[in-house]
């Protein structure tokens, strides 16, 4: 099977443990573009938290797409234009606050600048933290969201491990079908509009460019990538994936940290 394109998860996939594109990655995935194939980016981060990487892979150049907020908004990166967004109902900012507040974690929610913080204490905590790193986005703290007029595509609440579980089966519960509520790590708690997912929106990309999913490579290691995986071609799980995608995946690639990537393209573009 011949495959024209591979889409990349970023944290613990194409970046190693220092949150970078190693130079053979790097010179790989530039080389494969120059050859015709396509590379998306596909993240929970915000937008402008996946272009410098898109930048740095020359995406403007070749004319590879980025998916940001779980597939929540699709941008051609040549053109600059949003193929594909959809939102948060404004109603349901005040329920979700409120259902969470009374738990010690933080809620964030994101515009091109900032990242804007309902606290839990006076200071965020460490996961929302590595968020405004990950992301170079300083957090902004406010008592709520009512004061928000742009376009919502994701809500992210930061804590430990045994409240986001606790708030996601709580959300879960609450919003049933009108949300898409999934922890994409275990301190991370997404929540996306409804049927929003990564594999949703690259079928959305997929029938914009005229390409079919068994020409394409998907790669991830969270458990927002997995219906990436499965719905892909050749689903790949990083050797430093969550259980469930080592067991589902079509193929196990080496850690991010061994450029695993690299080992892909190797294996399957080149």
Do not use: W
């Amino acid at each position: 099977m011949s495959y024209e394109i591979i889409t990349l998860d970023l944290d613990g996939t194409l970046t190693n443990s220092e949150k970078k594109i190693t130079p053979p990655t790097k010179n790989a995935l530039i080389e494969i573009q120059k050859a015709g194939k396509q590379v998306i980016l596909a993240s929970g981060r915000p937008t402008t938290g996946v272009l410098p990487l898109a930048k740095e892979l020359e995406l403007d150049r070749f004319g590879g797409y980025v998916l940001s907020f779980n597939g929540g908004r699709i941008m051609n990166c040549k053109t600059g234009e949003i193929i594909y967004q959809k939102v948060l109902p404004p109603d349901v900012l005040l329920p979700i606050t409120e259902a969470s507040i009374s738990y010690p974690v933080d809620i964030l929610t994101y515009d091109m600048e900032h990242i804007y913080c309902i606290q839990a204490k006076e200071t965020p905590n460490e996961y929302t933290m590595l968020e405004s790193r990950i992301n170079s986005i300083p957090v902004v703290p406010v008592n709520d969201f009512s004061g928000i007029s742009f376009p919502v595509n994701k809500i992210l609440i930061s804590g430990e491990p045994e409240y986001t579980e606790d708030l996601e089966t709580l959300l879960k519960k609450q919003f049933r079908s009108r949300l898409n509520i999934y922890r994409s790590e275990p301190f991370f708690l997404e929540i996306m509009p409804a049927n929003i997912d990564k594999a949703y929106s690259l079928q959305k990309l997929l029938n914009n460019i005229g390409r079919s999913a068994n020409e394409m490579i998907c790669c991830g290691d969270g458990f927002n990538d997995l219906t990436m995986l499965e719905f892909a071609g050749l689903g790949v799980a990083m050797a430093n994936a969550q259980p469930i995608l080592l067991e589902r995946a079509d193929f196990i690639t080496k850690s991010n940290d061994e450029d695993g990537i690299l080992h892909v393209i190797d294996h399957f573009m080149r």
